[in-house]
Nanobody, 126 residues
Framework: QLQPVEIGGGLVQPGGSLRLSCSAP????????IGWFRQAPGKEREGVAC????????VYTAPVEGRFTISRDNAKDTYSLQLNRLEPEDTGVYLC???????????????????WGQGAQVTVSS
């Protein structure tokens, strides 16, 4: 079964950057929309960004817009989320989600994604 795996979490100081990647060993993700979600301790899971199968459409939620960039290279089968100007409020477990429906907005709907990774911890602290 398709199982997304997130790579690239870690500890970073406020204002710093991280890059998260998503892959699914044994599977290509080029025909799927990719979504990123995060869950902070004591808070509900929230959408962060998504990208359509072609890469033409992207959607960001307000807390991250202008700081995070979601991207994909279908030819190389690589899928990433660049996190810049990180803030302590960005701390949480970041999950890659994969689904057959395209990222059309205006929101990022968890129910549209069928396959979920275990998550990568991102901690923003001085």
């Amino acid at each position: 079964q398709l199982q997304p795996v997130e790579i690239g979490g870690g500890l970073v100081q406020p204002g710093g950057s991280l890059r998260l990647s998503c892959s699914a060993p044994g599977f290509s993700l080029k025909n799927y929309a990719i979504g990123w979600f995060r869950q902070a301790p004591g808070k509900e899971r929230e959408g962060v960004a998504c990208i359509s199968r072609s890469g033409v459409n992207t959607v960001y939620t307000a807390p991250v817009e202008g700081r995070f960039t979601i991207s994909r290279d279908n030819a190389k089968d690589t899928y990433s989320l660049q996190l810049n100007r990180l803030e302590p409020e960005d701390t949480g477990v970041y999950l890659c989600a994969v689904g057959p429906y395209d990222c059309a907005g205006p929101g990022i709907v968890a129910g549209e994604y069928l396959y979920w990774g275990q998550g990568a911890q991102v901690t923003v602290s001085s």
